[in-house]
T-cell receptor, first 114, second 109 residues
Framework: NAGVTQTPKFQVLKTGQSMTLQCAQDMNHNSMYWYRQDPGMGLRLIYY???????DKGEVPNGYNVSRLNKREFSLRLESAAPSQTSVYFCASSESSGGPETQYFGPGTRLLVL | AQRVTQPEKLLSVFKGAPVELKCNYSYSGSPELFWYVQYSRQRLQLLLRHISRESIKGFTADLNKGETSFHLKKPFAQEEDSAMYYCALRGNYGQNFVFGPGTRLSVLP
């Protein structure tokens, strides 16, 4: 099992450019999440998807959109990148079957917006 | 509102010394508490959760509801414990995880 995979690993964008961060999990998990990690602020939830076909805003959704393409894949899109979106982005998944929850994280995507 | 605080950004200890990483939370109900760890160049991973009452890699954490704390402790720190540690909370109505700002532990030789 690969677990949670993310592409790309690193990206440089110019202000105003768009891009999509891809995430996939092979653990048959119901829930998937996108976080951003900034120094001194920990992980902040951008969007999440509790199940296939549903998405909801997290703490910091402005400037982002998401798509839960199927149970495996959850993509994050920046329509018009801004320097404030320079961050490390983590995708995570969890089973969400009613029992104890554990989140499994991807390796992260480091994004630099100039 | 759910909130997790970790007062120390950086904690440095010598190898063999005890270590305690502090975590306090605010939540009106009975949350689930977790510690996640991120070693250098590795992904974030679960270290332990309070409901399991387990010891992982020599670390333990006790949930103190009176003090709303979930401090992570290890009696004898090792150099390989150097990492970023995040405390996280999940509400008891299926709410999402809330992470603290993290504490970087540096264990010196």
């Amino acid at each position: 099992n690969a677990g949670v995979t993310q592409t790309p690993k690193f990206q440089v964008l110019k202000t105003g450019q768009s891009m999509t961060l891809q995430c996939a999990q092979d653990m048959n998990h119901n829930s998937m999440y996108w976080y951003r990690q900034d120094p001194g602020m920990g992980l902040r939830l951008i969007y999440y998807s509790a199940s296939e076909g549903t998405t909801d805003k997290g703490e910091v959704p402005n400037g982002y959109n998401v798509s839960r393409l199927n149970k495996r894949e959850f993509s994050l899109r920046l329509e018009s990148a801004a320097p404030s979106q320079t961050s490390v982005y983590f995708c995570a998944s969890s089973e969400s079957s009613g029992g104890p929850e554990t989140q499994y994280f991807g390796p992260g995507t480091r994004l630099l917006v100039l | 509102a759910q909130r997790v605080t970790q007062p120390e950004k950086l904690l440095s200890v010598f190898k063999g010394a005890p270590v305690e990483l502090k975590c306090n939370y605010s939540y009106s109900g009975s949350p689930e508490l977790f510690w996640y760890v991120q070693y250098s160049r590795q992904r974030l991973q679960l270290l332990l959760r309070h409901i399991s009452r387990e010891s992982i890699k020599g670390f333990t954490a006790d949930l103190n509801k009176g003090e709303t704390s979930f401090h992570l402790k290890k009696p004898f720190a090792q150099e390989e414990d150097s990492a970023m540690y995040y405390c996280a909370l999940r509400g008891n109505y299926g709410q999402n995880f809330v992470f603290g700002p993290g504490t970087r532990l540096s264990v010196l030789p």
